[in-house]
């Protein structure tokens, strides 16, 4: 058992796939000598060599597309995207490419490429550095979607989408990559897919994924002071979506609130509470809500905690929620 | 603007005439230059029949390859076993060369599959619709041939080819699969087929240099083929393919030819192009400069022409019988693939739509 920051998680973890598939690749900007912008493959490339783990020229369709034509080749290529909003010139790649490859190939082309992507804000940074694209991918059949939220996640997803023979998006929360906690090597890995209940409680159910996970936690330990009961859900993984995780902490608290830092509009939020609604209609005390970030562009730094949802409009939303 | 006198390696002239060139040959054997004639006679009976299911309503849409038919043949039959094609959709000649049956081909345009064949067993990729994203797939691919070491061997090593046309020559993804293929000294082949129109818009609006010559920026050799030659165009790619595998990285060819047909069956192009300029094309018809050849070289007579005809008759009626008798898939295959494994959110809409479904059948039923 060893305290790590999730940044030294997923090196860890990707350490270890590599170590147990001569197939894996790492393929992306600045990851070799560099180790990466956030640090993620430091030493990587020295340990497997160059052929394993190398820099590429600076174009983002070109990062995927040519990931696409190494799984055809039989590799399993783990692409980084140095930034959220730096993925959209590989869009067509991933999206009517790489998405579509099992399917349109009747299963005889499998897409075992994993496309990490730190995302979100709260880092200060200047603009197209701080997005959260999730719901673009998530809406896209084909692929799957993950969110990590803290160290011991990461270091266990990241393998586990590495070993997965579909493509998956993978979504790291760059303002956590420095958070600490335990990870056990050893450890029994919670299955991808499915979404976990990190805190339980019995009034209200926040579900988030990714950064917001924290958040959630933080406004459940201040509200607990206030003598109620919340429940935090983490999806994990946001597509495919969890939901009897989900309809079981909601039957059981009769209330959600949905957490992201993604704008509301046809996000991740509105999927959930159109499925809970379609679920548990007649169950729950009050309509879900939704705390996320507005329909704007991600704002400049000086404003972006405006911006971003926080323990006090995860509270305010509790109230409002509890209120009906 | 003046025109710029362009290299062009020919083997062929359009009246038949063998000519030579310094740097390229082909040395046939009687056989096969009949082989090739018959490649290019069978593959536009393929082309014209499945026109002709399209005017029937049998296809939803089909892209014809009229006049590139030396062009790909010609690159087609320059692979080795070994290698790995990435087409467009416009590759109806290069899937003959790689044994792919024609009718596969039918189903994407007639709407039952989007990939009927086995790309890993015939070495040649899914039709590509999205203009250019297959250069990179080629490229990705040419990367783990070098990763696996399979490149060196004149007769062994692997070469990968990836077609495209001028319009595409444009696209981002193109560009940078010529800067990922230099960069990691791939073992591939670009194979432009120039045709000059990309729909309605001619090359001079994709490129004011001929194209071939981009490559030199990329740092790599680029050569103007006559895409109507069948001869110099296997001559030319299989010097190309044997760069590659022999570890010595990329090449453009640019195959100069002529999109004699429409760009699809939805496209009419007496709205942007001069009939003159077809019927000057129509002088360098792939097809009879070949089949002038073989007779000013005594390789064939009339019989044996009459003996391709008639295979080609007979290809055509079996895949016109094939297509008709093409069934539709079940609906419920659209949920088979999506995923490696089904996940549980769209086992339950798959299960959904089958009770949907089944009610229907059982209302039919009373």
Redesign the interface.
């Known amino acids: 058992m060893v305290q790590m920051t999730m940044a030294k998680a997923l090196n860890e973890g990707l350490r270890a796939a590599m170590e147990h598939d001569p197939k894996v690749?790492l393929m992306g900007e600045d990851i070799g000598k560099l180790g990466g912008v956030f640090r993620v493959t430091d030493g990587l490339q020295k340990d497997f060599g160059e052929?394993r783990v190398f820099d590429?020229?600076l174009?983002e369709?070109?990062i995927?597309?040519?990931?696409?034509?190494?799984?055809?080749?039989?590799?399993r290529p783990v692409c980084e995207i140095q930034f959220d909003g730096f993925v959209y010139?590989a869009y067509?790649?991933i999206v009517?490419?790489l998405a579509?490859m099992?399917?349109?190939?009747?299963?005889?082309?499998?897409m075992p490429v994993v496309i990490r992507i730190p995302f979100g804000g709260g880092i200060g940074a200047v603009e197209h550095h701080s997005e959260s694209p999730e719901a673009y991918f998530a809406h896209t059949?084909?692929l799957?979607v993950m969110a990590c939220s803290n160290p011991v996640d990461a270091h266990t997803m990241i393998q586990q989408a590495i070993a997965?023979?579909?493509p998956v998006i993978f979504f790291e929360p760059k303002r956590r990559y420095w958070e600490k906690a335990e990870v056990d090597p050893t450890t029994e890995p919670f299955p991808l897919?499915q979404a976990r209940v990190v805190l339980p409680g019995d009034d209200l159910t926040l579900i988030a994924y990714g950064p917001m996970v924290k958040t959630c936690l933080d406004a459940a330990s201040a509200a607990r002071e206030e003598g109620r009961s919340l429940e935090v859900v983490d999806l994990r993984s946001l597509s495919?979506?969890?939901?009897?995780t989900v309809f079981a902490s909601v039957r059981k608290t009769r209330r959600a609130v949905v957490v992201h830092e993604a704008s509301s509009f046809v996000g991740l939020g509105a999927e959930v509470a159109a499925r809970l609604s379609e679920e548990l209609y007649f169950e729950m005390e009050a309509p879900v809500l939704r705390v996320t970030g507005y329909d704007v562009p991600y704002p400049a730094s000086r404003v972006e905690e405006d911006f971003l949802p926080d323990l006090d409009r995860v509270l305010h939303a509790v109230d409002r929620s509890l209120a009906f | 603007m003046t025109p710029i006198a362009t290299p062009l390696v020919q083997l062929l002239t359009p009246e038949g005439e063998r000519v030579h060139h310094p740097d390229y040959d082909v040395d046939l054997t009687d056989e096969q230059y009949r082989d090739l004639y018959r490649d290019l006679v069978l593959v536009r009976r393929i082309d014209v029949e499945a026109t002709a299911l399209q005017r029937q309503g049998e296809l939803g849409l089909w892209a014809a390859l009229l006049g590139q038919e030396a062009a790909q043949v010609g690159s087609g039959r320059a692979l080795m076993p070994q290698d790995f094609a990435f087409p467009t959709y416009r590759e109806h000649g290069v899937a003959w060369c790689r044994d792919v049956d024609p009718v596969h081909l039918l189903s994407l345009f007639r709407g039952t599959?989007?990939?009927a064949w086995?790309?890993?067993d015939k070495r040649f990729?899914?039709y590509?619709i999205?203009i250019g994203?297959q250069?990179?797939?080629?490229?990705?691919?040419?990367?783990?041939?070098v990763?696996?070491g399979a490149v060196g061997d004149a007769t062994t090593g692997e070469a990968v080819i990836a077609y495209f046309g001028d319009g595409a020559s444009s696209q981002?993804?193109v560009n940078?699969?010529f800067?990922?293929a230099s960069?990691y000294n791939a073992p591939i082949v670009f194979f432009c087929q120039n045709n000059q129109w990309g729909i309605s818009t001619p090359t001079s609006t994709q490129s004011r240099i001929p194209l071939y010559k981009r490559a030199e920026g990329f740092g790599f050799p680029g050569v103007r083929v006559d895409g109507n030659d069948v001869l110099a165009s296997y001559a030319v790619t299989r010097a190309a393919l044997d760069h590659a595998r022999t570890g010595q990285g990329p090449t453009l060819v640019e195959a100069f030819t002529y999109r004699m047909g429409a760009h699809t069956t939805s496209d009419d192009p007496t709205r942007y192009r001069l009939s003159s300029e077809l019927e000057a094309w129509k002088l360098k018809d792939p097809l009879e400069r070949m089949r002038s050849f073989l007779f000013k070289q005594q390789l064939a007579d009339a019989s044996y022409l009459e003996k391709v005809e008639a295979e080609s008759d007979e290809l055509a009626a079996r895949i016109r019988k094939a297509c008709l008798e093409m069934p539709d898939p079940p609906p419920s295959v659209m949920f088979?693939?999506?995923?490696?494994e089904m996940?549980?959110?769209?086992r339950e809409q798959a299960a959904q739509f089958a009770a949907y479904h089944a009610g229907f059948t059982s209302e039919g039923a009373h």
């Open positions: 690749l052929d590429t020229p174009a369709s070109g995927v597309g040519t990931a696409i034509g190494l799984a055809m080749r039989g590799y010139p067509d790649q009517s490419q579509k099992h399917a349109r190939s009747r299963g005889l082309v499998k059949a084909g799957k997965l023979d579909d897919e495919p979506l969890d939901f009897p | 599959s989007h990939g086995d790309p890993n990729a899914l590509t999205v994203s250069t990179l797939h080629a490229t990705g691919y040419a990367m783990g041939v990763k696996d981002g993804d940078e699969a800067v990922w960069a088979d693939q999506v995923y490696a996940t549980p959110p769209l």
